[in-house]
């Protein structure tokens, strides 16, 4: 019944900010802004693009209350972005693409500068003016990482405002949730525009903190597993140094401190495990964006250092048996370098661009496995004793140690370079885009994983003896790709019907966490060889270091689609698209009780799917009013996929939800009192699933729908919002997976009630 009702009402979270104005000026509908997008490099107007473009300016922004990315998701089909784990747990799932652990599918673009690791998409967003989601791939344009797209978010910067703008809020809700932030920007445009000496130049700062107690119990401990806090901010300088010339640096900080994996046991229904989980990560971004325009030539230069350092404590059994421990930090030291340049159109029916793009991305992580004494017995003599006691079924192996610590250490790093082209032709109502990128990639490995043990074997041995196992190396790859994409579109009065063919990939690397099932492998190896004797692994995969390397994931995506405009205010998208998925990366887990995951192309999968979108903006006297309602179905199955445990051909893609449905309904009534200018009410609807949560199909999410409503009071300078989000108390699941045998959840977050205050001047 819930869903249903979602269906009908299309519904919204936020209210939407609504500056005063004259109604005696206003129409009976308001047409929707056709603005220029460039994030595709060729500027055309969203309701042109060759694609489908879900394109959010700052009022949809703040109506919608999109503090993050994984907002964002809420609004556009076919794309998941489920808050589970930590905020290290950036997992994007698009068009029944995607994956859990390491390279996304989706690529994101802050103000021009890529982010090299999707464990700094999990942000929270300030001050942004605008966001740019594309769906399908964008390898020729973007390269690596966006074989499900791009998301570009825009923050505001100094010089493209009027005068200044000082802004803030502050908001209040369930679980003693605070959010708090406040920013000021200011140029010099409008005191000094009559100066002839005086050079255009502004800057900005902001700066933000959040905190929450958190919504789920550690039965063990009686605490909150997911309370948080969050800070962060950022500095922009912006000036016009020459005519030609326009530069704008920045400086982003993020940090997080939180705790982490709210996993409860599906046989229990309880969160219950005796060792701590959390996760901290500090991440610093300078960035430095120029741009030359002289007559028709533009270049775009920009260039990025980022800089980040986390650290995951995790217990890794999820029980209250001491089992094993983990513990994560990396420190990444990160550059880009990109360049695009945009000539003069030689004719009126050709225009075209050129670009490069570089990047270097290292990381020192250290990732040490310690086994407790539960650990040492159940998974490294459980499983040595078992081999020797079908010989010698009176004698075993005993070991001394209380815990066993595996230290393992990497040192990643990536490298790449491209060359990119597009051209862009026009013959009245047809336009040809044709494009292609040759990207290459080179990644590599140091690695070293120690262990030390005393054992003794009770037939042959009186005393305990010193075993020291090491595993060391160098594993190095390089990679080369030809990304081409071919796009025709018509258009006409009524709207654009396109068509198109891509490929994109997701990058290939190593997989360092495999690595404590290939130590503890070879600590048993070590003693039988230490005692003489040769012990058959069960799978002796996992004793090689070569299965940590991946090679990159690609795709190729045929669509066809239409953007219409049948009236004034009301704007349409609907699409189709057909996805083919080669050497699709996999995450495998090794027979029996072991401690790691490994990402293997071990996959091949094909995807149909549709889209419709639908925008209307209409005002009528004192009342206006908005809707947006959208409509994503996948269906994405592999064609050969088999992990050595079974095979799943013909089984659905796990953890990418077949149906999305995003519905925003806010209507307002403008009073134009100094006592109070405008009142909104808002809801919001979002119906997902089902999600399948295994290879096997045999357990899965069903559709669920969530609620949300908004009731905002604007006043001149100040807006009072009372929100309540999941407001039917939906009891849903966002994660699953199996840990030594054991299955796992994760729930979603309950009723949420709160209130948010903002102002701007």
């Known amino acids: 019944m819930r869903i249903k009702v979602l269906v009908i009402v299309c519904l919204a979270t936020a209210a939407t900010i609504v500056h005063a104005a004259s109604p005696e000026g206003w129409a009976d509908t308001v047409a929707l802004p056709d603005v220029e997008v460039s994030v595709s490099r060729i500027a055309v107007p969203v309701a042109r693009q060759q694609m489908q473009v879900s394109a959010l300016d700052a009022r949809m922004i703040e109506a919608a209350q999109l503090t993050a990315p994984k907002d964002v998701a809420a609004l556009v089909p076919n794309i998941h972005m489920p808050d589970y784990g930590s905020a290290m747990t950036s997992s994007v799932y698009i068009r029944g693409l995607g994956s859990r652990i390491n390279e996304p599918v989706l690529g994101m673009v802050v103000d021009g500068v890529p982010l090299l690791d999707k464990n700094m998409y999990d942000h929270t967003m300030q001050d942004v003016k605008r966001i740019e989601l594309l769906r399908g791939p964008q390898g020729s344009s973007y390269g690596r990482n966006s074989p499900g797209g791009v998301m570009e978010i825009r923050t505001i910067q100094p010089l493209d405002l009027e005068g200044q703008l000082i802004r803030g809020d502050v908001s209040y809700g369930t679980a003693n949730t605070l959010k708090a932030q406040m920013s000021y920007y200011g140029n010099n445009q409008a005191s000094e525009a009559g100066e002839a000496n005086s050079r255009p130049f502004g800057w900005g700062i902001a700066a933000r903190y959040l905190r929450t107690d958190g919504f789920h119990t550690n039965d063990y401990t009686g605490q909150k597993v997911d309370y948080g806090q969050q800070a962060g901010g950022r ?25 982490a994996f709210p996993y409860a046991s599906v046989a229990t229904g309880r969160i219950d495990y ?12 300078p960035a430095v964006r120029a741009e030359y325009t002289h007559d028709d030539w533009r270049v775009q230069l920009s260039g990025s250092y980022q800089y980040m350092h986390d650290d995951m404590l995790m217990d890794q059994d999820y029980t209250r048996a001491d089992i094993f421990t983990l513990r994560q930090t990396q420190r990444q030291h990160n550059a880009t370098l990109d360049a695009l340049l945009y000539a003069p159109k030689p004719c009126e029916w050709y225009e075209w661009n050129v670009g490069w793009s570089s990047f270097l991305k290292t990381n020192a992580m250290h990732a040490p496995v310690t086994f407790m004494r539960e650990g040492i017995d159940e998974l490294i003599l ?9 010989v010698f079924p009176d004698d075993s192996i005993c070991i001394s140690n209380v815990t066993l610590p595996i230290p393992s250490s990497f040192e990643l790093l990536n490298a790449g370079a491209a060359l990119y082209h597009q051209s862009h032709f026009q013959f009245g109502h047809w336009h040809i885009n044709a494009g292609v990128r040759i990207d290459y990639e080179h990644t590599r490995m140091d690695y070293l994983s120690t262990a030390d043990l005393s054992y003794r074997f009770t037939m042959i041995m009186p005393d305990y003896e010193d075993v020291h196992t090491e595993i060391s190396g160098r594993q190095s790859k390089p990679y080369w790709q030809v990304l081409p994409r071919l796009a025709v579109s018509y258009d006409g009065s009524w709207g654009t019907v396109y068509g198109y063919a891509a490929k994109g990939y997701k990058a290939g690397g190593y997989n360092p966490q495999i690595f404590s099932t290939i130590t503890q492998n070879q600590v048993m190896t070590d003693m039988a060889a230490d005692m003489g004797m040769h012990l058959d692994m069960a799978d002796p995969r996992y004793s090689d270091v070569a299965i940590t390397s991946y090679k990159p994931e690609t795709d190729w995506t045929f669509e066809i689609g239409a953007h219409f405009t049948p009236a ?23 027979n029996g009780k072991t401690t790691g995951r490994m990402m293997a192309n071990a996959a091949r999968s094909r995807i149909w799917g549709a889209e419709a979108t639908l925008q209307y903006r209409w005002t009528r006297d004192k009342w206006f009013g908005m809707l947006d309602a959208s409509y994503g179905f996948t269906d994405a199955r592999f064609i050969t996929f088999n992990d050595g445990m079974g095979d799943y051909s013909g089984h659905y893609v796990p953890y990418a939800p077949q149906h999305t449905l995003h519905g925003l309904l806010t209507a307002g009534y403008m009073i134009g009192h100094k006592a109070l200018q405008a009142v909104t009410v808002s809801v919001k609807g979002d119906g997902i699933g089902r999600i399948y949560w295994n290879e096997q199909n045999d357990c899965s999410q069903p559709v669920y729908g969530l609620l949300a409503a908004t009731i905002a009071l604007r006043w001149q300078y100040v807006q009072v919002e009372l929100w309540g989000k999941n407001l039917t108390g939906t009891r849903y699941d966002v994660f699953y997976f199996r840990s030594m045998g054991n299955d796992f959840l994760q729930r979603g977050k309950p009723r949420e009630l709160g209130a948010t205050m903002r102002f701007e001047i």
């Open 382 to 390: 459980g499983n040595a004793n078992h081999g020797i006691q079908t």
């Open 274 to 285: 005796n060792r701590p989980g959390s996760y901290e990560r500090l991440s610093v971004l």
């Open 235 to 259: 500095i922009v300088l912006d000036g016009r140094p020459t005519d030609e010339w326009r530069v704008t640096g920045t400086v982003y900080a993020d940090w997080v401190r939180q705790g």
């Open 568 to 590: 004034e205010g009301l704007k349409v998208d609907v699409d189709v698209f057909h996805i083919q998925c080669m050497d699709q990366q996999v995450t495998v887990f090794p």
